[in-house]
């Protein structure tokens, strides 16, 4: 649409460009690990991860072992249960690592979706 006016004898032509939407395809949501709850405890304890970019499946990395597999129905959080046995989160045919006890102290918490791998965050086995 253009509107003309006369300004001292001088048309001037306000026009407006057409302008076609700009479409973007939706990015994939980073996976990203904001809190984890508790931060410690025994084996058994029922653990909540915090953040975003978590879909249906999950793979709850602990340690350097222990795929755990989680489900996550809002994307925004998911709960699993702290492992008492880390057998190896082999991706790959060639691992040979052995399954081992979940002993005292400190491990990793990391998620694997089809957005990737999270941060880590620390949890503490007493």
Known sequence: MSRMSLTGGVIVSLGLAACAPVVQAPAASALRLDTISPQSGPVG?????????FLEDNTVLFG??????AHSDNGATLDFLVPGVLNPACFDQGCRVLSQG????????????????????SFTVR
């Open 64 to 69: 350097a072992g222990a795929g755990l597999p």
């Open 45 to 53: 304890t029922s653990v909540r991860l915090s953040g975003s970019g």
């Open 102 to 121: 979940v002993q005292a102290g400190r491990y990793d918490v990391s998620v694997r979706n089809a957005n990737g791998v999270s941060n880590a965050l």
